[in-house]
């Protein structure tokens, strides 16, 4: 997932950077594989944090991916008018890396039932 994170930041960095149509669609090599990562092993990481729970984990993941995708796409018509056009990639960007970070410190917890109980 961190790997993943780096590769999505990357490719927003990319095109907030380059104005090349020909990079931008390098950059969508990495997009390729922050997808990859993110829709591979987004539940596995979600399952290994609620082991005893691994129907809660799926549904918690695909609704975190819809909640994500709708929460998205109207922050980044927000950012466009906060911080510009041009600007909303490193936004985006920024928004990974942040995501990475939380990612950090979250891995190693886990919950189980006797955690709960």
């Given amino acids: 997932m961190i790997i993943g994170s780096v590769f999505g930041g990357a490719f927003y960095f990319s095109i907030g950077v380059f104005k090349n ?6 950059g969508q090599i ?6 990859a990562i993110l829709l591979g ?6 399952q290994d ?17 819809v909640i994500g995708q709708l929460g ?13 056009l041009e ?18 410190f979250t891995k190693d917890q886990k919950i189980t039932i006797e955690d709960v109980e």
Avoid: Q
């Fill in 21 to 26: 149509f020909h990079m931008m669609l390098v």
């Fill in 30 to 35: 990495c997009l390729a594989i922050f997808l």
């Fill in 41 to 46: 092993l987004g539940i596995s990481y979600f």
């Fill in 49 to 65: 944090i609620l082991p005893d729970f691994p129907g809660y984990a799926s549904t918690l993941f695909a609704n975190a991916m």
């Fill in 72 to 84: 998205g796409n109207l922050l980044g018509g927000v950012m466009s008018h906060w911080v510009g």
């Fill in 87 to 104: 600007n909303v990639f490193f936004v985006s960007a920024s928004s990974i890396f942040v995501g990475m970070i939380l990612i950090l």
